[in-house]
């Protein structure tokens, strides 16, 4: 942290005095003095910080501080509302622009912008090359644009959008605009994609740490799913948690399992209408509703900071896709706990979905011989080659039982210091090594060698179990030197197992002449059974139903707390604001902890910029002052 009161005179200062009186921060996080100084000094930059890491702050500060008006593209138009909302409280005149406003919003905002007292245009990226957009900008003489979510334009990303290409057009169209790309999520390949796609001309490169430290990781086999979420998730009774599915239909089965165990849960994808899909985000948003199950279409447009929890049900497609969803929990700062439960299952599924996809992709395509379709076609298969060694990466990141937080920092080419981080399963000594592993893979893999590799996963685990199914006893495998060599390991362990080594190719499954799946032996399984190789298995942890949730507890009074966020549901109701947006949860708990009784006490606070402090000071501090004096009072 950057600490105000060392700031040394001059531009710094100006900087953090804009920051102090419209936001209520007291410093600065790591790089973004910087960004922020190239955003004013209209120098191109790549600026990666991880999600929560304050990237907002670092283009909404610069027109502010040089007095213009600023443009930034954004992908999502949920979350451009939610900020321009979130502005508009702490004072600062933003307005949005995009597909989804009535003629009236729109002329609205546009007036706005070319009365030239707009310090920010968020607008989507189909937008910004549009004639009538470009001559807003030149009435309100625009020059800066930022770009959120700046990926999005690489295909070699985890979420490429065909529509960010044409903000390539940006450096050509206007002789002397800056470009700023922002982005949580960048391979070395990516950023250079970036600047090349943007045309960025020297950019200042500026990449931030990506390790979330107040994050405590797991990343745990599957066995009963839904056991599994429940036992986490007693760990944050009323606390707002996220759980991704990869499936529509598995979010709805889970979210009701969880609605009759009486959690407030509820579902959320893409396929569903925009009326219940917006009333569930928005509930959300209102702590009406404390767990979303999704698939990954949730979370971009979420930007409630209280998040303690984020569960995934299955294995996430690409590292970044984990970072950045695992990113959505404690964004402010406060201990929050993110679980992923896995199978050597998950990944052969995405492969699936990825072949699909692509497979419709080049079906819709056409080839009208001017030469696009082969263009289209390649990048479109080597899209499809990034994105299966992004699978891969994730597979490899869930198999290596080694630091969550150290293996994640180096996928982004950073290193962590210290030992042990204490805040991920394998430094928190939940997951034990398997010492038996290669003995238990050896077992396994004799067992499909005595079943002479003519029989599918669900039969050897029933023969390694003992178990009397019609079909063992048919075949006599009840004979087999291996049959309940496992019988004191429930079966879905042993089906586990057998995903785990399939997933390390340890072990193959092809199609038998009728088309069915059925365990092959490969040379690596041969030198498991010959002894010339180990194996690593991860053990189901027993012991995380009793583990920490997080370092950094924070002391505060809960009761007070409880009592601020009621008045802050309140006022939030009446504006019609989701509540985050009058304070964060980071700002209650620091009133929660100081307890301000008036409303100059209330300066001291974060969060609480002049704007803030005028509008809401009072109310606070009279919430603390009428709930100390009740404590005191003898009853
Ligand atoms: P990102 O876009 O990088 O994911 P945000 O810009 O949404 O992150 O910031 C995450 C949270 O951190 C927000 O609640 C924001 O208000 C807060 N924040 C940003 N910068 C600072 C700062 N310098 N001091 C305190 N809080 C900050
Ligand atoms: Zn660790």
Redesign the pocket.
């Known amino acids: 942290?950057l600490d105000l009161s060392a700031a040394p005179p001059g531009r710094d200062s100006n900087m953090l005095a804009a920051?102090r009186r419209t936001?209520g921060?007291?410093?600065?996080?790591p790089m973004?003095a910087e960004a922020i100084q190239a955003g004013i000094d209209r120098r191109d930059s790549l600026v990666v910080?991880?999600?929560?890491?304050?990237?907002?702050?670092?283009y909404q500060v610069p027109p502010l501080v040089a007095e213009r008006t600023d443009v930034v593209v954004s992908p999502l138009i949920s979350l451009m509302k939610d900020q321009v909302d979130?502005l508009r409280e702490c004072g600062y005149p933003a307005v949005t622009m995009h597909s989804g406003q009535t003629p009236g919003e729109q002329r609205a905002a546009e007036e706005m912008i070319a009365s030239g007292k707009c310090r920010l245009v968020l607008v989507s990226p189909e937008r910004v090359l549009t004639a009538r957009f470009i001559r807003l900008m030149q009435m309100a003489r625009v020059s800066t644009f930022a770009i959120?979510e700046a990926h999005c334009i690489s295909h070699w990303g985890h979420d490429f959008r065909p529509e960010y290409r044409r903000l390539g057009g940006l450096k050509d169209r206007f002789a002397d605009v800056s470009v700023h790309a922002?982005t949580?999520t960048a391979t070395e390949r990516v950023r250079e994609d970036i600047k090349r796609q943007l045309g960025l001309r020297d950019p200042l490169v500026l990449v931030g740490c990506f390790d979330r430290p107040n994050l405590t990781y797991r990343i745990v086999p599957r066995e009963k799913l839904r056991d599994q979420v429940l036992s986490v998730l007693r760990r944050h009774r009323r606390e707002a948690a996220i759980i991704y599915c990869v499936s529509r239909r598995e979010t709805e089965a889970l979210a009701a399992h969880l609605r009759s165990e009486g959690i407030r849960a509820a579902y959320y994808h893409a396929g569903m209408d925009p009326e219940p899909r917006r009333l569930t985000q928005d509930q959300f948003s209102n702590e009406k509703l404390d767990v979303v199950v999704a698939t990954v279409a949730f979370g971009m447009g979420i930007?409630r900071?209280d998040v303690r929890c984020v569960i995934h049900a299955a294995m996430p497609k690409s590292v970044e896709h984990y970072q950045q969803e695992t990113?959505r929990a404690g964004?402010?700062?406060l201990p929050a706990e993110c679980v992923l439960f896995h199978s050597g299952a998950d990944s052969l599924k995405w492969r699936m979905l990825l072949d699909r996809s692509r497979d419709e992709t080049l079906e819709g395509m056409t080839d009208n011989g001017d030469g696009s379709y082969a263009v289209a076609r390649e990048t479109l298969e080597a899209a499809h080659a990034a994105q299966c060694e992004l699978i891969e990466h994730m597979r490899r990141l869930c198999l290596t039982n080694a630091c969550r937080h150290r293996l994640l920092s180096a996928y982004f080419g950073q290193t962590l210091a210290g030992e042990n981080c204490g805040a991920c399963d394998v430094c928190l000594g939940e997951v034990e090594r398997h010492q038996e592993a290669t003995v238990l893979a050896q077992k396994i893999l004799s067992c499909v060698a005595r079943v002479e590799e003519r029989f599918g996963a669900g039969h050897v685990a029933d023969v390694l179990l003992g178990s009397t199914a019609e079909a063992v006893l048919r075949c006599g495998h009840d004979k087999l030197s291996t049959y309940g060599l496992l019988g004191d390991l429930p079966k879905r362990a042993i089906s586990h197992q057998i995903d785990q080594l399939l997933a390390q190719e340890l072990l193959e499954r092809r199609s038998n002449d009728r088309g069915l799946p059925i365990l092959k032996l490969n040379a690596a399984s041969w030198e498991v059974l010959r002894g010339k190789r180990s194996v690593f298995l991860p053990r189901p942890s027993s012991r995380i139903e009793t583990a920490t949730p997080g370092r950094d507890s924070v002391e505060f009074d809960r009761e007070l707390f409880e009592e601020l966020r009621q008045l802050r549901r309140k006022i939030a109701e009446e504006r019609g604001l989701a509540p985050?947006l009058i304070f964060?949860d980071?700002t209650l708990r620091d009133i929660a902890t100081k307890r301000p009784r008036t409303r100059s006490a209330m300066r001291t606070i974060?969060?609480v910029g002049d704007r803030k402090l005028e509008d809401l000071g009072d109310a606070f501090s009279r919430c603390v002052d009428d709930f100390l004096r009740a404590r005191e009072t003898p009853r």
């Open positions: 942290m920051i936001w921060y007291d410093g600065l996080r973004q910080l991880p999600t929560g890491g304050g990237k907002s702050l670092c979130g959120d922002y949580a930007d900071s990113g964004r402010d700062g985050f964060n980071r974060h969060g």
